[in-house]
């Protein structure tokens, strides 16, 4: 039997939109010579809630537990790709939220088809193979590399239509600094058609650099000297900034900055007490707020009191500075 868990991904936001008169990033002389990178983004792999599957060979096709539906897809669609003929059991132990900006999909698709290639030593094993296989990884590649690798990403965005983006930085996350999340029951994020139609209306817009160059600097000046510097007051402020302004991208296809005024409710009570670091991941509608470990479970106690929030719906965690773990159980 295989087991394999993987940590969960917060996306903190993209770097580029395509747009309809996106020839080329200009040079100096107004040329566009430079090929236009489209999305990126930054992220951040947490240990919590996560993907926990097994696999083990069955004589038909069956899975069980969370998401199961949809782990077999991810199972049958690997199997074609590679020529598997073989038939097996997944269990799947536990699972994030889906549609909740947690990264579940990916996850979950890469989980399926790494203990699949392990049982049937496939030769191609590596996480952006693995992504093509399952479809994944279409626009925002922070899942894929989160699966390998853990950490705080940085994903420098695509050229072409079906390319993966490369990963250009990825830094451990520092250990002293807590992750609470808070997922409201009851809400999803943008999904399906909603996110395709959505896409589909920023690509129809003017070309929008000045955004892209403010978000770049945030990266390059402000969020990754933070982290090395273990500056939680400037990353947390950096990261607010640059998840606001990505949601300005996205206020038609949310109605505002974040996906539900719940959300918006809760960054602007959580900035109120002096926490800087705290935004929505992707499209929501989990809220992350990057805190000292030593004012987490207070933070957590507050928000249930002050703000009425459930405790089914706050997650302590941290971030994950390894990738999906593999075991093989006999």
């Given at each position: 039997?295989?087991?394999i868990r993987t940590?969960?991904r917060?996306?903190?936001g993209l770097?580029?939109i395509?747009?309809?008169d996106a020839?080329?990033?200009p040079?100096?002389?107004?040329d566009?010579?430079?090929?236009r990178?489209?999305f990126?983004g930054?992220g ?7 993907v926990?599957l097994t696999?083990?060979?069955a004589q038909?096709?069956?899975a ?8 077999l897809?991810?199972a049958h669609k ?13 269990s799947i132990?536990?699972a994030a ?7 579940t999909?990916t996850?979950l698709?890469?989980a399926?088809?790494?203990a699949?290639a392990e049982?049937?030593q496939?030769?191609?094993r590596d996480a ?6 399952v479809?994944?990884?279409?626009r925002?590649a922070?899942?894929?590399h989160?699966?390998?690798?853990g950490?705080?990403?940085v994903e420098a965005g695509?050229?072409t239509?079906?390319?993966i983006?490369?990963?250009i ?8 600094w807590?992750?609470?999340l808070i997922?409201?029951r009851?809400?999803?994020g943008?999904?399906g ?9 920023l690509?129809?817009?003017?070309c ?8 770049s600097r945030?990266?390059l ?15 947390g402020?950096?990261l607010?900034d640059?998840?606001?302004?990505v ?6 296809a949310?109605?505002?900055?974040y996906?539900d005024?719940?959300c ?5 009570a959580?900035?109120a ?8 991941s ?7 707020v990057i805190v ?10 507050w928000l ?7 405790a089914?719906e ?17």
């Amino acid at each position: 039997m295989i087991r394999i868990r993987t940590p969960s991904r917060l996306h903190f936001g993209l770097l580029s939109i395509p747009a309809a008169d996106a020839s080329g990033w200009p040079n100096q002389e107004g040329d566009a010579i430079l090929p236009r990178r489209h999305f990126g983004g930054v992220g951040l792999m947490i240990d919590q809630p996560g993907v926990e599957l097994t696999l083990e060979p069955a004589q038909v096709w069956s899975a069980g537990g969370a998401l199961a539906e949809r782990a077999l897809a991810f199972a049958h669609k690997y199997c074609a790709a590679v020529g598997i003929g073989a038939s097996f059991h997944l269990s799947i132990a536990s699972a994030a939220p889906e549609h909740a900006g947690l990264g579940t999909g990916t996850q979950l698709g890469l989980a399926v088809a790494r203990a699949l290639a392990e049982w049937t030593q496939q030769k191609d094993r590596d996480a952006v193979t693995l992504a093509w296989h399952v479809g994944r990884g279409k626009r925002s590649a922070l899942g894929v590399h989160g699966f390998a690798h853990g950490g705080f990403l940085v994903e420098a965005g695509k050229t072409t239509e079906g390319a993966i983006a490369p990963l250009i930085g990825r830094w451990d996350f520092p250990s002293d600094w807590s992750v609470l999340l808070i997922v409201p029951r009851g809400l999803q994020g943008t999904h399906g058609p909603r996110e395709l139609d959505a896409f589909a209306e920023l690509a129809r817009r003017k070309c929008d650099e000045r955004t892209t160059e403010v978000l770049s600097r945030l990266v390059l000046l402000g969020l990754i000297p933070a982290l090395l510097e273990c500056d939680l007051t400037t990353f947390g402020e950096a990261l607010y900034d640059y998840n606001r302004r990505v949601g300005a991208w996205f206020r038609a296809a949310q109605g505002d900055l974040y996906a539900d005024p719940r959300c918006a409710e809760l960054v602007k009570a959580v900035r109120a007490l002096g926490i800087p670091g705290v935004g929505q991941s992707s499209w929501g509608p989990a809220i992350f707020v990057i805190v000292e470990e030593d004012r987490a479970a207070g933070l957590r106690d507050w928000l249930k009191k002050k703000m009425q929030v459930k405790a089914e719906e706050i997650i302590l965690t941290r971030g994950c500075n390894r990738g999906a773990v593999l075991s093989t159980e006999y």
